[in-house]
Nanobody, 124 residues
Framework: QVHLVESGGGLVQAGGSLRLSCASS????????MGWFRQAPGKEREFVAA????????RYEDSVKGRFTISRDNANNTVYLQMNSLKPEDTAVYYC?????????????????WGQGTQVTVSL
């Protein structure tokens, strides 16, 4: 079992930055690929970014490429999402998730564990 807790969300103006963290406890963090997803009001959950177990591979949803960076610190059981040049359309609840089998899928149902989410609101 893995317990994931997100933090770092908040209210920021367009063009600003936030850094989300996801702390893991339970089973060995480095055995899991990790992903970030988001869900805006009235919309389905969508993939944002993923990172492999070692951190050597990453993938991003097209709309965040060049603005968001996913990284991980296996020694401290934490995955991060650095978000720069934020836009109002980035407003959503952001969730981290752990994948026990793949390397970092963009498909939410392939993830085994989820955090509770952290709200990100980007104002004009």
């Amino acid at each position: 079992q893995v317990h994931l807790v997100e933090s770092g969300g908040g209210l920021v103006q367009a063009g600003g930055s936030l850094r989300l963290s996801c702390a893991s406890s339970g089973r060995t963090f480095s055995r899991y690929a990790m992903g970030w997803f988001r869900q805006a009001p009235g919309k389905e959950r969508e993939f944002v970014a993923a990172i492999s177990r070692s951190g050597g591979r990453t993938r991003y949803e097209d709309s965040v490429k060049g603005r968001f960076t996913i990284s991980r610190d296996n020694a401290n059981n934490t995955v991060y999402l650095q978000m720069n040049s934020l836009k109002p359309e980035d407003t959503a609840v952001y969730y981290c998730a752990a994948d026990d089998y793949g390397w970092g899928s963009s498909v939410g149902r392939e993830y085994d564990y989820w955090g509770q989410g952290t709200q990100v609101t980007v104002s004009l």
